[in-house]
């Protein structure tokens, strides 16, 4: 069943509920270097390769020093239906699973991550991790889905109130249309949209990369998502019809499992990356 109704966000809604720009991709292996910070190693690494923008699997990075937080409801100052938790610290740990989206806030290189660690243990670890204030433990090899022909640029929302990614084009001619950058508006259904999306693009045989947050999930198997406010990552394998995912809902609790279509509503925003099964 759809959520809804549980987020009302403070400002108008704005007409454009999704954003997709087409453009191209192309795997890519990136070396990020011991002790440096998670921002700068990817910017150095962004201003490489030459890219737009880009999707990032940092599965099995060795992260430490690091600081994340986790989903909470309603801000400080009462005006924003979600927000951060206090900041938790770590001394050292492996990623399993970890995604995020690289793009441009005021000109600069900019990323937002979402990932999930120390499962195999008692307590495992879920939330957003602050990309200024996660240092590269060990050398480590991650996979890099670079873009040309749009960027994810911070933006702020006369609907929700926050300042996050949405796509836009990029000036200029692209040879190979064989992706697209999406942002996803609040309370679009991340089940319904995606399909869509890619039936309108004739992608046909395609996977899907991406992060946000949902409110609330039903999966097909397990406990369903009742937190009004999560913060979410795609796993691997996921396409536009098929959507296994990992989430840290606002009660802190977490779930994983193959998505519901219909169950699933963007709270703020999410930031995916479309992309030939080819590449």
């Known amino acids: 069943m759809s959520r809804n109704h549980l987020i009302n966000h403070p400002g108008r809604q704005e007409r454009e509920r999704s954003q997709v720009v087409r453009g191209q991709a192309t795997r890519v292996e990136v070396q990020l270097q011991a002790g440096t910070i998670l921002m700068d190693a990817v910017a150095t690494a962004m201003d490489d390769l030459g890219c737009d923008s880009a999707l990032l699997m940092l599965d099995g990075l060795k992260m430490g020093p690091y600081n994340f937080v986790k989903p909470t409801m309603n801000s400080p100052d009462g005006k924003l239906v979600a927000w951060y938790s206090e900041t938790f610290h770590g001394q050292s740990a492996t990623l399993e699973h970890a995604m995020a989206s690289v793009g441009r806030k005021d000109g600069e290189w900019f990323l937002h991550c979402h990932a999930v660690w120390d499962s195999e243990t008692d307590n495992p670890k879920s939330g957003h991790l602050l990309p200024f204030e996660v240092t590269v433990e060990q050398e480590s090899t991650i996979i890099c889905y670079a873009f040309k022909g749009g960027e994810f640029d911070v933006t ?60 609330g999930a039903d999966f097909e198997s397990g406990p369903s998502m009742e937190a009004a ?43 995916l990356l479309l992309i030939d099964i080819s590449v």
């Open 156 to 215: 702020y929302s006369e609907e929700t109130f926050f300042s996050t990614f949405r796509a836009k084009p990029k000036t200029g001619s692209i040879e190979i249309n064989n992706a697209a950058l999406i942002t996803l508006s609040p309370h679009e259904d991340l089940g319904k949209a995606l399909p869509q999306i890619a039936n309108a693009l004739e992608f046909k045989d395609c996977r899907v990369l991406g992060l946000g947050s949902l409110i």
């Open 229 to 271: 406010a999560s913060e979410v990552l795609l796993l691997p394998s996921a396409t536009p019809t098929h959507l296994p995912l990992h989430c840290i809902g606002s009660d802190w609790k977490q779930y994983r499992g193959l998505i519901v279509p219909g169950t699933v509503p963007v709270c703020i925003t999410f930031e």
